[in-house]
Structures are given as C-alpha cells and as structure tokens.
C-alpha cells in the first residue's frame, strides 16, 4: 500500500494527499447519507468508481494547481474524512471543502483540518481570498465557516436549480514584507 507523506500535520491529525490505496476509505465516505444530501452524489459506488474520481479530482488537482482534497486521518492512521482545496470551472475563487465519516463528526476534527488547510493557502500558495459552498441546510458546515471566519456573500446556482446553494467568502490574512501577517481589506465583491 503507498502512503503519502503528510502535507499538512495539526495536534491530532495528519493531512495527506489521497492514492489508490484510500479507494475503499472514499467509497464509504462519498456514499455516506449526509455526504450525499449535503455535497452531492459523486457516483462512486465500488474501488474502481472511487479510483476514477482520484485520477479526474484530487490527484488532476495536485497536477494543475498543486492543492486538492486531503486525506484526513488521526495520528494513529485512521483515515476520518478529506479536507481541501478546490479550484472549480464555475467558481471565481478556490473554495475549501471538507468531510468526514459519521462517527468522527462533532469532534473539532473538520475545524482543525480547516484552519491547517486555510494556513497552507495563505503561506504556501498565497490566497488571499477563499470561497466556500454549502447547502442552506447544512447548518453545521454553515456554523464551521462562519466559526473561521467565512461571510455570507450571495446565493448562487448549483446543481439542482430548485435549490440554491450559499457562497460565503473569507479574506486571509497575507504575510508582510516584516515577517508578520497584515489583513488585507476586508470588503468583498457585491
């Protein structure tokens, strides 16, 4: 089985980017309830669906912009959830993007793996500015992004027409000539 090194590591977690070997792992969490009803059905219904979406999603990804979703696991290996970045057609901005298997939701894991993800886009790949997308329902995720620091920007159209999907937007803060980290401004686009 090939392991990537960790990308990204936090006080409980390791981020990785995903290989074949995490097909079972994204078989079960891609065909989860809420994963469906909140992101979408990505059509992965076996290992060889679920090696497909890594070589057309995460690892192209890596390929073209040199970020993607993750795999997040604990410290002893446990694969939890992925948590990432994204770079989509009909968006503007790259958004973040996040889940996690059932019994490891409620735990700080999506926030901790978030703020790793959202600091990689800051200082290693220099993002001012990040969007997020999520189902109106979905008031965890919506809580999550407001919880670091995403604002409500606009409805917008995805997916099913008959239901809006909510972009939130959230300006980074990006070092300074001295080392230290200024915000940049604040407003976003109307």
């Not at 979703?69 to 410290?75: A, F, I, P, T």
């Not at 968006?91 to 996040?98: Q, R, T, V």
């Not at 809006?164 to 401004?185: D, H, I």
């Amino acid at each position: 089985m090939t392991v990537n090194p960790p990308v990204l590591t936090t006080a409980r977690l390791k981020l990785r980017q995903l290989t074949d070997a995490d097909a079972a792992f994204l078989v079960r969490l891609l065909n989860d309830p809420a994963f469906i009803a909140n992101i979408g059905d990505r059509g992965v219904r076996d290992e060889a669906d679920a090696r497909a979406y890594l070589a057309t999603g995460p690892r192209a990804s890596y390929h073209k912009h040199g970020f993607g979703l993750y795999r997040v696991e604990r410290d002893d290996g446990t694969p939890i959830g992925i948590c990432g970045l994204l770079k989509r057609e009909n968006l503007e901005l790259p958004d973040i993007g996040y889940a996690l298997l059932p019994e490891h939701r409620g735990s700080g894991y999506a926030r901790e793996a978030a703020v790793a993800v959202l600091g990689e886009a800051r200082d290693r790949f220099r993002l001012v500015e990040i969007c997020a997308v999520v189902s109106p329902g979905n008031a965890p995720s919506i809580a999550l992004l407001e919880a670091l620091g995403f604002v409500f920007d606009s409805e917008i159209a995805w997916g099913d027409p008959a239901t809006p999907t909510l972009l939130y937007r959230r300006t980074q803060r990006k070092p300074n000539s001295s080392g230290s980290t200024a915000t940049t401004n604040a407003a976003h686009k109307a």
